[in-house]
């Protein structure tokens, strides 16, 4: 009886929870990427498939919009969202994540190898990907280690590749 009453007390609470993190993730600007890529109130398969912290971050700061891209940037030099512009290509988009992972010029090389091999692995998801977005959710929300620790190292590179273009364009 008292195990029945806990359960239930659990289940109540861990509800609750559950439509709070939905309300909170809904109305928060900043977790736009992660409330369109995070499907469940489940731990992610890259939480636990993926041991190395320092790997995990690179996923995780797409996911949490905690990188530098200039969508993120912006916001704290007050630049207007429509002006956050990317300073890396000639397509004058918003450097935002999509831009980053599926268009961006700069990592054209890098993207098309990551194509290629996730073309490869051929799981049917990745193959019906019709759209920017569908790519980038897919991109952040691997179910497989091959596909995570393809994913992981293109964005380190690509991040790699915008810290030394950086450095050309701005010398210190
Ligand atoms: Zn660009």
Partial sequence: MIKSQTQKSVAKLTENMYELWDQEIIL???????????????????????????SRKYLAML????????????????ISRQNRTCDYCNLNAIENEIHFMTCCTL????RNKLYQELNGIGNSNWLSCDSDEKILCYLLQPRDIQTAKLVIAYIKSCLETRKKQLQITFPV
């Fill in 28 to 54: 928060n600007k900043k977790l736009e990427i992660f409330n369109m890529v995070k499907e469940s109130h489940d731990p992610d398969f890259y939480i636990n498939g993926i041991e190395d912290r320092y």
């Fill in 63 to 78: 996911r949490l919009s905690t990188h530098p891209l200039k969508i993120e940037i912006g916001r704290y030099h007050n």
């Fill in 107 to 110: 990592y054209s090389n890098i």
